[in-house]
């Protein structure tokens, strides 16, 4: 058992936590829920490489899909491991609901 934001939960925290939720923000922000309970924010903004190019276009930004713990998009032609967001994301405090507005 372990607790994360006063949340109890069974098991033992996973040491490769997995992406369960993925939420698009303005300006390329994320909001990415992990397998931990944390919510952490990634600036997609940050990503070097022609692969990310794809996520300027708003279109395909606004529509990310969870899969095996990952974050894609374009039907998988772009993914981000869930371990490199993790630990490139900022933790979010869910009283700071602000950001969520819209």
């Given at each position: 058992?372990?607790?994360?934001?006063?949340?109890?939960?069974?098991?033992?925290?996973?040491d490769n936590p997995r992406v369960i939720e993925a939420k698009p923000l303005v300006g390329g922000m994320m909001l990415l829920r992990f397998s931990t309970g944390e919510l952490k924010l990634f600036d997609t903004t940050t990503l070097e490489g022609s692969a990310f190019d794809i996520?300027?276009?708003?279109?395909?930004?606004?529509?990310?899909?969870?899969?095996?713990?990952?974050?894609s998009w374009a039907d998988g032609t772009v993914d981000i491991a869930p371990e490199y967001l993790y630990e490139h994301g900022v933790t979010y405090c869910q009283d700071d609901d602000v950001l969520l507005a819209g």
């Open positions: 058992m372990y607790i994360v934001d006063d949340i109890c939960y069974a098991g033992n925290p996973c996520l300027a276009d708003p279109e395909v930004f606004n529509a990310p899909r969870v899969e095996h713990g990952f974050v």
